[in-house]
């Protein structure tokens, strides 16, 4: 496994309870990387239900939605890490817009994800999404809880992952 440490790295991430945010930090800090928070325009509603409904019908749609910002000169990364929670069995639409944002070829890009049973395809639909990248193997982080505090408690499960993986 050809080492990845030393190389231009990116934290891309989606995260609407907090649980993605705070292992995307740790991955970030861990890689030496910068971070993008991938958000939607138009807010989730806070309530779970709703937000629930609400990505549903986007998904259901396959719809692209507006996002906030942009990566300042992705060109200059080697390396972009993915880290998403499951909804609805695959990413959060707003990930695919940014996936479609960017010229990702020869970048070397590393799905990710937290869910609360599984991955589904989810990690396999960031693969899918980046067909000019090479990629790396992702894993999904699985949690009952919401909200990130019991992150801190996966830190062992991702630090091995990314002695893994090159890092
Ligand atoms: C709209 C929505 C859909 C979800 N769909 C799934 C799912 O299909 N499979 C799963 O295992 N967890 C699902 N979950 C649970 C989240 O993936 C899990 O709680 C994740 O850690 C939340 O990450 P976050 O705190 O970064 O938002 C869903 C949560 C939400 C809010």
Redesign the pocket.
Known sequence: MTSLKGKKTLVAY????????EAAHYIAQKTGADEFEIIREKAYPTE?NA??ED??AEKEADERPAIKGKVENMAQYDVVFVCV?????TAPMPVFTFLEQYDLSGKIVIPFC?????P?STLRDIVSATPKSDHRDGICI??KE???KDMVGKHDKIDKWLTEIGF
Do not use: E, I, Q
């Open positions: 989606f995260s609407w309870s907090g649980n993605t945010r779970y937000c629930a990505a549903k929670p499951v909804w609805w069995y937290t869910a609360y049973s599984g589904s699985v949690t919401m909200g990130g």
